[in-house]
């Protein structure tokens, strides 16, 4: 049981590339996010998912996309790296939204030169 | 939308004290507040949480209490030792597919 999973742990890009970051989980949980957490501004939400199929915007969604095509898979999309998104990314999943514990994944520290 | 204040930002303690480290939110209807602990280099995880029926948790050395007048809660930290040390969060949520809202972190430090 590898709870939830993110690749990859670290990636370089310029400014312009474009990158995947994949998230998956085995627990079978409906709910998704992916987090970005930046220096004295704790863990700020980027986009959800309430199940297959379904994607929404949290608090900081510019610059990203995500789909979630497979229950155990989120992915994260930037498609045209910008400095500012220097940061590390968790992913998470819980089994209950809004008011239930979420099981993140260890990280994605991503630099944009 | 929520906000979510924390403080104190950093915070040193010596072994075998208690440490404090408050939130204070907006949102009146706010329900859910969990605390996350992460180590450097590590995944945040779940520590505590209460929900708004109740005004103190507790676990071990670890207590939430929660004050919905004022709207703040707390994580209290009693005896603290070395593997205290790390980064702790709080966060609110009303539900009702409004995601949580974390604060800005507090890094807890605890001196032999």
């Known amino acids: 049981n590898a709870g939830v999973t993110q690749t990859p742990k670290f990636r370089v890009l310029k400014t312009g590339q474009s990158m995947t970051l994949l998230c998956a989980q085995d627990m079978n949980h409906e709910y998704m996010y992916w987090y970005r957490q930046d220096p004295g501004m704790g863990l700020r939400l980027i986009h959800y998912s309430v199940g297959e199929g379904t994607t929404a915007k949290g608090e900081v969604p510019d610059g990203y996309n995500v789909s979630r095509l497979k229950k155990q898979n989120f992915l994260l999309g930037l498609e045209s790296a910008a400095p500012s998104q220097t940061s590390v990314y968790f992913c998470?999943?819980?089994?209950?939204?809004?008011?239930?514990?979420?099981?993140f994944g260890e990280g994605s520290r991503l630099t944009v030169l | 939308g929520e906000n979510v204040e924390q403080h104190p930002s950093t915070l040193s303690v010596q072994e075998g004290d208690s440490a404090v480290i408050k939130c204070t939110y907006s949102d009146s209807a706010s329900n859910y507040f969990p605390w996350y602990k992460q180590e450097l280099g590590k995944r945040p995880q779940l520590i505590i949480d209460?929900?708004?029926?109740?005004g103190e948790k507790k676990d071990q050395r670890i207590a939430v209490t929660l004050n919905k007048t004022a709207k703040h809660f707390s994580l209290h930290i009693t005896e603290t030792q070395p593997e205290d040390s790390a980064v702790y969060f709080c966060?609110?949520?009303?539900?009702?597919?409004?995601?949580?809202?974390f604060g800005t972190g507090t890094q807890l430090k605890v001196e032999l």
């Open positions: 966060a609110a949520s009303t539900g009702g597919g409004n995601k949580l809202t």
């Open positions: 998470a999943s819980s089994f209950q939204p809004d008011t239930g514990e979420l099981f």
């Open positions: 209460i929900r708004s029926n109740v």
